[in-house]
């Protein structure tokens, strides 16, 4: 058994905090407590004549003490936002872990359906391939692509959902080093998991709602399985659900399953933890914007699965293993080694009746299909002479037509990621020194990953046959990153200084199977592409007390993301692309704000500034083969923020925030150009980034009165601007070139690359205008995306029953959109091209496509607690 003196016990429960990565913001507020009765520190040379258990007892008053004092820490140099378990369970039925987020300044989040259903989310203007997530500490995002991915990539469903979770903080711009997280240009979102409760329990709980919308499942807390402050702890919830959407045709089931456990040793100073999560989700989703006039009878339309669909079967496997040892009163060791296995089967099927122009039906009605990327691959044309070994199939022979016989494709992938986050915490008397680092690989491909292309579904899976995706190639990044971070308290504590730094090392490489030579069918012999990028990412913060509860403070921090695997292509003759990978997007934060905060109010406001460069730019032209990616963009993102939160007393708190952001391209450049990453095209120097609203706001108010909880809270999004898809010309990009030597893309008037359509921002642009004029087209009617408000309501009420061991029952009402309101969430224009038959396309009449938002939902819930 360890003594140590009651000032060393203050510096072991400080460090116990810290060094466990609880995040403490200052959106949550707890009352403060009168300080334990602490016995007074044995003279020095003697012995300590508390019990054992007497001393316990004191670490653990002191443990609750700290802890409620840590739930109000002001000084803080980031404008931080959290989510609390009363925000989590007021969406938990219908809502995702991304949507929970909307209620914080800046965060836009749409979604194609009912819980975790195909999310995007944009934090301050910055999309979510651009962020960081962390889970417990750990990296949960996608190493080799970034943030979770991009559109309709094992994205249905999570690695962990509503339910498992406790709490999530979001960092806007960039955090300090030892919560940062990896590859991050724009903030970073930390979720904490449930944890096993020191009270034994069982719940069992349900809900059925709109849209066929239904849950059920239990959870079990063992609770201290004996009275030693070392005995364990365990946690085991499962939970199912099932939606069919309020769209036809989207239906969904999902499977959570989450085992945790908490050892604790030392006297409970030290523990161990494990976390096991598997979920599984498969259903339906929109495989596209809908025409929007064909909303002109049903809002809510979606093409039938007898027209078009598109099924995915995501499963996610999380396990993490931790420990946190006290080693003195200056120094507290910690890790995490962790494994993440994702897994999906992505299938998209087209009624060959659509496949071709119709006057009649001039609508496209998917972009998930072959033949729209590829046109005909058979024998005879680029990829059949090209494969011939690889791909035999012949869709012509088979079905008729090109387009009838590549209207079905079935793509597998797993992703594997192991890892291991180190960290030390070094207590002196004025400051905190943080150590640490991420250790991690991701690899894709290999036995498993493949696709097959066929003109149905289902259809045959056969290497040599219909195989387009081959297996032997792969994906592999591998991150070293170390970190040293110091927290300095001056000027009788008011002053603030935390510096800090990391050192990113990256280790990317491509395995590919085979490769070409331009369109004249010969194969060549594949290749390994390997590269190495390190960025050093300095970050400081500084804060300072005022008088009257206020703190100023500012941060500045510098971000990298490094560029996704797949942009790593080798130059072979005739073919045209990058002998060298992707410098790192960088991205330069500042913010500063003042903060007020006192039990009974809460008041911040900052302003922020982000300046991205080296932004990824690439050009495709899957009909010639021809690729190119580069760092030649810039954007920049400015704003102000504004929270609010009032005790009215015991029982009502209202509560409500405001942020204006101005998200601007500084350059021209090809570019994704929408935060759900399905179109990309020419975005223009000076213009704004779509689909990033400039205005936030969200208000409300709750009540609290024994078993009675409710809350009525309101959430605005402002007006967007959107893109358009428009022939080449119009834009005035109808021949970018391609330098194969600097990897450039070039003005208009080189040689060219042809290009089907261009997309671009769709706002009045001197450049888009001059080119119209140019090319003899109209003027474009311009407009932003109205912006819309949501009204939500969230009441519940416990019963106390006495029947066996029931202690009580507990009823909830949650309404989404209260008010019924129809509104788009993502809207573009578009003439689609629609294959004609003949190896050409035919461009269909300019109409817009849609993402609708959810009407109405009422959700029921029940549970009942032993």
């Known amino acids: 058994m360890r003594t140590v003196s009651t000032r060393k016990r203050l510096v072991i429960l400080t460090a116990c905090s810290v060094a466990s990565g609880m995040v403490f913001s200052t959106r949550v507020w707890a009352q403060a407590a009168p300080a334990p009765v602490i016995s007074p520190a044995p003279a020095a040379g003697t012995a300590n004549p508390a019990t054992p258990q007497a001393q316990t007892q004191s670490i653990q008053a002191i443990k609750v003490f700290y802890k409620k004092l840590l739930l109000k820490e002001k000084n803080v140099a980031n404008a931080i936002s959290v989510i609390t378990p009363d925000q989590i369970k007021a969406v938990e039925h219908t809502g995702s872990i991304q949507s929970v987020l909307a209620q914080t300044p800046s965060v836009n989040e749409y979604q194609s359906g009912v819980g975790q259903k195909l999310p995007v989310i944009t934090v301050r203007g910055v999309r979510a391939s651009q962020l960081a997530d962390t889970l417990d500490g750990v990296p949960i995002n996608d190493l080799l692509y970034g943030g979770a991915g991009g559109f309709l990539t094992n994205n249905n469903g999570a690695p962990v959902t509503l339910g498992q979770i406790n709490s999530s903080t979001i960092y806007p711009g960039i955090a300090p080093p030892d919560r940062a997280g990896f590859a991050t240009v724009g903030g970073t979102i930390a979720y904490t998991t449930k944890i096993p409760s020191k009270e034994r329990s069982a719940k069992i709980f349900g809900s059925y ?184 199939y012949n869709p012509i022979a088979t079905f008729g037509s090109y387009t009838a016989g590549e209207d079905s494709e079935k793509n597998f992938s797993i992703n594997k990621t192991v890892g291991f986050t180190p960290r030390a915490n070094i207590f002196l008397p004025h400051n905190v020194i943080t150590i640490g680092g991420l250790f991690a690989k991701e690899t894709s491909g290999g036995p498993g990953n493949a696709s097959f292309i066929y003109g149905a579904d289902p259809m045959p899976q056969i290497l040599g046959y219909n195989s387009f995706g081959y297996p032997a190639g792969g994906l592999q990044r591998t991150v070293m990153s170390v970190y040293l971070q110091d927290k300095i308290d001056l000027l009788n504590d008011k002053l603030h200084i935390q510096p800090g730094i990391t050192i990113q090392g990256v280790y990317s490489s491509n395995k590919v199977a085979f490769t070409t030579a331009g369109n004249s069918g010969t194969t060549l012999p594949g290749y390994k592409l390997k590269n190495f990028g390190r960025v050093a990412e300095p970050y400081i913060g500084v804060s300072y007390d005022l008088p009257h509860h206020m703190v100023a403070y500012a941060s500045y921090g510098k971000g990298a993301r490094f560029a996704p695997v797949g942009d790593y292509v080798n130059t072979t003759v005739g073919t045209i692309g990058t002998t060298k990978a992707p410098n790192p997007e960088i991205v330069h934060s500042y913010e500063a704000g003042l903060r007020y905060d006192t039990n009974k109010l809460y008041l911040n406001a900052d302003i922020y500034y982000q300046k991205i460069t080296s932004s990824f730019s690439f050009l495709v032209n899957y009909q010639t083969g021809q690729n190119v990616y580069d760092n030649i963009g810039s954007q920049q993102f400015r704003g102000e923020e504004a929270s609010v939160k009032y005790n009215v007393n015991n029982h009502i708190s209202v509560f409500g925030n405001f942020s204006h952001n101005q998200s601007t391209y500084l350059n021209s450049f090809f570019a994704q150009d929408t935060p759900f990453e399905g179109q990309y095209g020419f975005v223009f120097k000076g213009d704004p980034l779509a689909g990033a609203p400039n205005f936030f706001g969200n208000f409300g108010i709750s009540y609290k009165d024994g078993p009675f909880d409710g809350r009525l809270s309101g959430h605005y999004t ?66 932003k995306l109205p912006g819309y408000l949501l009204m939500n309501l969230y009441l519940s009420y416990k019963y106390k029953v006495h029947f066996h061991d029931v202690k009580y029952i507990k009823i909830s009402l949650n309404a989404q959109n209260l008010l019924g309101l129809k509104y788009y969430q993502h809207y573009f224009l578009a003439p689609a091209q629609i294959p004609t038959g003949g190896g050409g396309y035919a461009t269909t009449p300019q109409y817009a496509s849609a993402y609708q938002g959810p009407p109405r939902s009422i959700t029921v819930g029940v549970s009942a607690k032993f």
Do not use: C, W
């Open 209 to 392: 709602g709109s849209f066929d919308t239904y849950n059920y499942g239990f959870e079990i807390n063992t609770g201290k399985l004996s009275k030693s402050p070392d005995a364990p702890r365990f946690l085991l919830r499962y939970n199912q659900g099932y939606s069919a959407g309020y769209q036809a045709g989207t239906n969904n089931q999902y499977e959570d399953l989450m085992a945790s456990a908490i050892k604790p040793y030392d006297y409970g100073l030290s523990r161990l933890t494990a976390t096991v999560i598997y979920n599984r989700d498969r259903g339906y989703d929109t495989n596209a914007p809908i025409p929007v006039p064909l909303m002109a009878n049903n809002f809510y339309f979606n093409f039938p699965k007898s027209i078009t669909y598109l099924r995915q079967n995501d499963k996610y496997l999380t396990a993490i293993l931790g420990d946190r040892t006290y080693v003195n009163s200056h120094l507290i060791l910690s890790a995490h080694v962790f494994f993440l296995r994702n897994s999906d089967v992505f299938t998209s099927h087209l009624n060959p009746n659509y496949v071709t122009f119709n006057p009649a039906f001039p609508y496209q009605t998917t972009f998930q299909v072959p033949y729209l990327a590829y046109l005909n691959i058979g024998p005879g044309q680029f990829y059949g002479n090209t494969i011939p070994n690889i791909f035999s």
């Open 718 to 783: 402002g007006q967007q601007f959107i893109t358009a898809d428009i022939p080449a010309a119009i834009a005035g990009v109808t021949s970018p070139a391609i330098d194969p030597q600097s990897t450039a893309i070039a003005p208009a008037g080189s040689p060219n690359v042809p290009l089907a359509l261009a997309t671009v921002p769709y706002y009045p642009s001197p450049q888009l205008n001059l080119a119209e004029k140019l090319s003899g087209f109209p003027p474009v009617q311009y407009f």
